[in-house]
């Protein structure tokens, strides 16, 4: 599935708004849930010397689709694109402040640390930038936002592969207005390979940025490289399966019937289209064994872009 860089807009998050009588008060402590997660760093990261990197080695990193046929009625000019044609948009902006908060404790002496990030201000940068790239409203596309920790933003807009059903990997229409449009993407299946040896799990492999050479390198040392559409299958070392180099999985479970995918603990991405059949009840979470996995095994395999696929192991 290659793509091709077309463009690039750099802007900068929104600036948070304050009251002159708050900008001197203490900034408010991270979230709880923030805290616990930056407490297994230490705790389930393998690496003690996290972060090993600075902040200005790598980007926060979402990957977005832009889909005119997510609209009942769709774009005709640039001005028409609504927030609703970037799937799953609200979801990509949660896990961005959430990574951001994520890393911003670890590196607690950044500058310029006050700004948000809104699905207006979002939504228009994403727009602009498809207004740059000179690409037809009416073609799906691969949106890169890269953000840096202090709030500037890059976009990169790519060619994406057209499908009619970002849900056809398990049977489910996402809207009811694509029911006859054909797509030569749809109802293939990959081929997955399961690693040749284990990955450790880091904030890296937790939270989808730039830093991503343990997916270049599993990919590197498995995959045959027959097909487009290939993905391979990582796993810890405690031999618990984590998600694919650019999926995420899940696997059907012979006692309940359910799909379900790696716990988060695993150290799997947070992704946002598991977020997505999660919150639906779609699939569900659990610990899986990598001796669960058998050739010929069928297996779900999703990310904001592709949407949900079928696969099968094959070695």
Known sequence: MATVETS?????ASPKKTSKSKRNEPKPPPTPEVIRMAEKVTKIYPDIHFPPQLPDDFELLSTIRYD????MLQPMAYSEIVID???????HIDRLKYTIEFFQHIYDDLPDKEFEITGEFLCQQLITAIQLSEKPVFLALKIRLLMKLTGEVRI???DTPYRGNLLDGIGVQILEGNLDLPSLEDNVVWDVYIDKTFTLISAFTSFKTTTRQVYTEARQRTLPGLRSTEEVLMYNPQSNLTEGSI????????????WVTPLLSSGCLCGVMRSFLLRKGFIRERLIKLNEITIGQEILLFNGIMGVVKGKIVG
């Open 8 to 12: 690039s807009k750099k802007a900068k």
């Open 156 to 158: 990169e807009v790519h």
């Open 85 to 91: 044609n970037f799937f799953l948009l609200q979801d």
């Open 68 to 71: 005119p046929k997510l609209t």
């Open 247 to 258: 999926t995420n999985i899940a696997i059907k479970d012979l006692k309940t019937g359910h």
